[in-house]
């Protein structure tokens, strides 16, 4: 029997949080031997076996002012997508694992015809509920339930598209474009494929495996010795890229209501975010060094996300393997990272609950750095990622029974 071969389709290669995980399934493909390449289109990877496929540097701008006017995201990029395929051709892969696709890095139409007539299996993540809608990656903040029908009449189009409303169109396309891939689905949240299941492709098959994280790296730092002495609580949030969405309203509300005893930190912001920070919130620009952001979690009392919309929470698991208790928003897949003995799920919006939440978890100390770890110890992404290694060659081996019966 051949050896399987593997390729992934992503925006970013070990950036973000798809590139990371990318990053991490490639690792353990090159351990076991698969042959293996990541095709991305955003920024640089020193990875030996990653390929960009962007043709030009302002290639991806132009497509996004592409999509703006004609408001048709996913099906513009031709000859990005063109020169995808030519490599996929070349490398000639027993599985294509798909990942984001909604940062103008591939038209739809095109690769799904492709994926149809060279009978390649299909793997696809969606990390977001992109696939499900006409234009949005997310809708809960928006309450919007179009996307059940399958969208149109769009009232947000003008985030996506500042002419022309497609929504319905679009999301009628990426249905037909997953029917001619006919992908495997994978989901890194038990909410996220409740929603799949809601939507009009509701009747395939969904596997679940969730996010994980590399606990060599996020772990406690301060497990070794003592506690560093500390005149505050310090109250830590975390985030890419701080909004609303992120609850960034909700930390200016709680740095004007919690008591002095109390320091605020917020991580990933920028010169935009920090204007709107009162000036007892301690801002800290966002870092590529995953250690740095370890010793972070490890000096916090409590980590907080009052999230409006996540498909899982990766944040909450870093937290957790670096001893920090949890307090969430209950909003999409967020709950789901941790326990009763490891944070609080508080109702969305629900201040008054949420500062009464942070009060017990700093003063009274009702959880303990050891089952923290030991629930984050449940997200170990070399277990996790495992579960992708074992699809692949599920699907392989039955790929290549097939053949030898016809």
């Not at 892969?93 to 038209?107: E, W």
């Not at 949005?136 to 189009?157: L, R």
């Not at 009274?364 to 089952?371: A, G, I, L, T």
Request: with cysteine; glycine share 6%; proline share 2%.
């Amino acid at each position: 029997m051949s050896k399987m071969k593997v390729v992934q389709v992503n925006a970013y290669c070990g950036r973000g949080s798809t590139g990371k995980i990318c990053l991490s399934i490639s690792n353990i493909l090159t351990k076991q031997g698969i042959k293996n390449i990541i095709y991305y289109t955003q920024g640089k990877s020193e990875l030996v076996n990653s390929i960009n496929y962007n043709p030009g540097k302002y290639y991806t701008l132009f497509q996004s002012l592409k999509s703006k006017l004609l408001g048709n995201n996913g099906f513009n990029s031709h000859i990005e997508t063109y020169s995808l395929i030519n490599k996929i051709k070349k490398f000639a892969p027993d599985i294509v694992h798909l990942h984001n696709l909604h940062a103008q890095n591939i038209n739809l139409d095109i690769f799904s015809h492709f994926i149809e007539k060279s009978k390649i299996d299909v793997i696809f993540t969606f990390h977001d509920c992109w696939m499900l809608t006409g234009y949005c990656h997310s809708f809960d903040m928006k309450q919007c339930n179009g996307w059940k029908q399958g969208c149109g009449n769009c009232h947000h189009k003008y985030v996506y598209s500042w002419i022309f409303d497609r929504s319905g169109r679009i999301c009628s396309k990426k249905k037909e474009a997953i029917e001619r891939m006919n992908p495997f689905i994978v989901t890194p949240s038990k909410w996220l494929a409740e929603i799949v299941g809601q939507s009009q492709i509701k009747s395939r098959k969904i596997t679940v495996i969730n996010n994980g994280i590399d606990l060599s790296v996020f772990r406690n730092k301060n497990q070794n010795g003592e506690d560093e002495k500390k005149d505050k609580f310090i109250v830590l949030g975390v985030a890419e890229r701080w909004d609303d969405r992120k609850g960034l309203d909700v930390f200016i509300h709680l740095a004007k209501k919690l008591g002095k005893e109390y320091q605020i930190m917020l991580v990933g912001t920028d010169v935009n975010v920090e204007k709107k920070l009162p000036e007892n919130i301690i801002a800290v620009r966002r870092t590529e060094s995953q250690l740095d952001l370890a010793d972070i979690y490890s000096r916090a009392d409590i980590f907080v996300n009052p999230t409006r919309e996540e498909v899982f929470g990766l944040v909450n698991i870093e937290a957790l393997a670096c001893g920090t208790p949890v307090v969430t928003f209950k909003t999409g897949g967020s709950p789901e990272c941790i326990d009763d003995r490891t944070g609080f799920i508080v109702e969305k919006n629900n201040l008054e609950e949420l500062m009464s939440r942070i009060e017990t978890v700093c003063k009274k100390r009702v959880f303990n750095s050891e089952d923290c770890r030991k629930r984050a110890e449940q997200f170990d992404e070399n277990i996790l990622y495992l579960k992708y290694f074992d699809l692949y060659n599920e699907i392989f081996l039955l790929r290549n029974a097939m053949k030898h019966t016809d």
